[in-house]
């Protein structure tokens, strides 16, 4: 076996354990993927109540039955530009983990696409972008048959000291 072969082959059996469902969804132009399995649930855009001198990404919290969780705004947190909220924006509301903390909270974004099984042999590594560009929150690129999506280690989007801030406002 070449060296380049037996590389590749390295690769995916590295890759092999983010073989499985993905929640696919759109930012824009471009399409993402979460593990099915921090997904609660996706629910329509309702009203958020602004908490003060937060960070911009963070829409504030709403009540889920009874239960106050954060919601921040994937675009902002992505450095993207806003847009209007239309009747595909969405909340999909996800369990993160950092250390032993769990928090439930939700994501905002344009519109939920579908959920996709996505085979080791589609996944590829995240590309480097050399050390100016944060990439830990990419598990990798997923090539479909229509497109890239890039697939999102949501327990990496944010750092413990915001997760910790975020539990502490949700109460």
Same mark, same amino acid.
């Not at 993402?32 to 309702?46: A, H, R, T």
């Not at 919290?61 to 239960?67: A, F, S």
């Given at each position: 076996?070449?060296?380049?072969?037996?590389?590749?082959?390295?690769?995916?059996?590295?890759?092999?354990?983010?073989?499985?469902?993905?929640?696919?969804?759109?930012? =824009?132009?471009? &399409?993402?993927?979460?593990?099915?399995?921090?997904?609660?649930?996706?629910?329509?855009?309702?009203?958020?109540?602004?908490?003060?001198?937060?960070?911009?990404?963070?829409?504030?919290?709403?009540?889920?039955?009874?239960?106050?969780?954060? *919601?921040?705004?994937?675009?902002?947190? %992505?450095?993207?530009?806003?847009?209007?909220?239309?009747?595909?924006?969405?909340?999909? *509301?996800?369990?993160?983990?950092? &250390?032993?903390? &769990?928090?439930?909270? =939700?994501? *905002? *974004?344009?519109?939920? &696409?579908?959920?996709?099984?996505?085979?080791?042999?589609?996944?590829?590594?995240?590309?480097? %972008?050399?050390?100016?560009?944060?990439?830990?929150?990419?598990?990798?690129?997923?090539?479909?048959?229509?497109?890239?999506?890039?697939?999102?280690?949501?327990?990496?989007?944010?750092?413990?000291?915001?997760?910790?801030?975020?539990?502490?406002?949700?109460?």
């Amino acid at each position: 076996m070449s060296e380049a072969a037996l590389k590749t082959r390295e690769q995916q059996e590295s890759l092999a354990h983010l073989a499985g469902k993905y929640l696919t969804f759109l930012l =824009g132009e471009e &399409s993402y993927g979460l593990e099915i399995l921090k997904v609660q649930e996706i629910i329509g855009m309702q009203a958020i109540t602004r908490i003060p001198r937060t960070p911009p990404y963070v829409k504030g919290v709403i009540n889920l039955r009874g239960k106050v969780i954060p *919601v921040i705004d994937l675009r902002l947190r %992505f450095n993207m530009e806003t847009v209007e909220v239309s009747r595909k924006t969405c909340i999909i *509301v996800v369990q993160i983990s950092k &250390s032993e903390a &769990s928090v439930t909270m =939700g994501i *905002v *974004v344009d519109e939920v &696409s579908e959920v996709l099984e996505i085979s080791a042999e589609e996944i590829e590594p995240a590309p480097a %972008f050399g050390t100016q560009v944060e990439t830990s929150f990419i598990l990798g690129m997923a090539k479909t048959e229509s497109a890239v999506k890039i697939l999102l280690d949501i327990d990496k989007i944010m750092s413990e000291e915001e997760m910790a801030a975020l539990a502490k406002n949700a109460g």
